[in-house]
C-alpha cells in the first residue's frame, strides 16, 4: 500500500511540475493590442434642441436637420478644424450656418504626442478631409418615409404594416405639415406631435400624452440600402396607468 501511496505521489508531483513549466511559456500580454496611432478621424451629427428617448447620434455624411455637430474622435489633443472660411480649434463644435443643397467640405488636423513604442513611425500628426450635404428641404428629404411590413420584437404573431409620413399634409389648414405615424401601435394612427427631431436617416418623436396610442419614440434606419427600419417607442400599460413600456418594432421596406 505504501509503494501504491509513493507512486501516486511521484505522479502527483511531475503534473505539478509540468503544470509550472507550462505557465511559464504563456505569452505575455500586447501592451500595445488596444494602442492607436494618432487619428484625425471624426463624426458628424445631425443636431437637435431637444434629445427624445430612443433617439441615437449616428455618424453621417447626409444631414436633414437644421444643426449639426463634429466631433474628434482622438482626445486630449490639438484641433484644426476647417469648414468654409473658418477655424475651429475645439475637439467638437456645432454649426447651423452652411448652404442648403449643396455639398460641403471640412477637415480636421490632429497634433498629439505618438506613442512610438507601440508605433515608431507615427508622428503625431493626421489629417482629414470629409464632404457632407446639407438636404434642401430639411426633414422632408428623411429616408425614413415609406412603409414596413414588421412586428414587436418577442411578438411574432401581431405582424402588421407601419407607415411613416415625414412631411404629411395636416388636416389643420394653419398647420404646417408634420409628421405622420400609421399602425406602429396597431390601428393608431397619430401626427403634428409635440416635439419631432427629423433627420435624414432617423426620426425621434414625442409628446402624445394622454393618448391612447404613444407617448414617443424613434425609428432608425438600419441597413445600406435604408430598407430595414427599428423603431424604439413608449406606451402606457393601460389608458388609467402610468406604467410605461418600452417596445421595438422591426420591419422591412415594403414601399
Do not use: H
Amino acid at each position: 500500500m505504501k509503494k501504491l501511496v509513493d507512486v501516486l505521489l511521484s505522479v502527483l508531483l511531475v503534473i505539478i511540475i509540468i503544470g509550472l513549466d507550462g505557465c511559464g511559456d504563456e505569452p505575455k500580454p500586447d501592451p500595445c493590442v488596444k494602442e492607436k496611432p494618432v487619428s484625425a478621424d471624426f463624426l458628424i451629427y445631425e443636431s437637435f434642441g431637444l434629445a427624445l428617448d430612443g433617439w441615437k447620434n449616428y455618424d453621417t455624411d447626409t444631414v436633414a436637420s437644421f444643426g449639426v455637430v463634429f466631433l474628434a474622435v482622438e482626445k486630449n489633443a490639438k484641433y484644426e478644424w476647417k469648414l468654409g472660411s473658418e477655424t475651429i480649434t475645439t475637439r467638437s463644435f456645432y454649426r447651423d450656418t452652411y448652404p442648403r443643397g449643396k455639398s460641403i467640405d471640412v477637415s480636421l488636423k490632429v497634433t498629439k504626442s505618438p506613442n512610438t513604442k507601440c508605433f515608431p513611425t507615427d508622428d503625431g500628426v493626421d489629417f482629414k478631409e470629409r464632404t457632407f450635404y446639407a438636404t434642401p428641404d430639411y426633414g422632408c428629404s428623411s429616408l425614413v418615409t415609406g412603409t414596413f411590413r414588421g412586428s414587436d420584437e418577442g411578438d411574432p404573431n401581431n405582424m402588421r404594416d407601419l407607415t411613416f409620413k415625414v412631411c404629411s399634409p395636416n388636416p389643420k389648414p394653419t398647420k404646417d405639415p408634420s409628421l405622420r405615424v400609421t399602425n406602429l401601435v396597431t390601428g393608431c394612427d397619430f401626427f403634428e406631435f409635440a416635439f419631432e427631431n427629423i433627420g435624414y436617416q432617423q426620426v425621434g418623436f414625442a409628446g402624445t400624452y394622454g393618448t391612447v396610442c404613444m407617448l414617443g419614440g424613434a425609428a432608425k434606419l438600419d441597413s445600406l440600402s435604408n430598407d430595414k427600419i427599428i423603431v424604439t417607442y413608449f406606451i402606457e400599460e393601460s389608458p388609467t396607468s402610468t406604467k410605461v413600456l418600452q417596445k421595438k418594432f422591426i420591419g422591412l421596406r415594403i414601399k
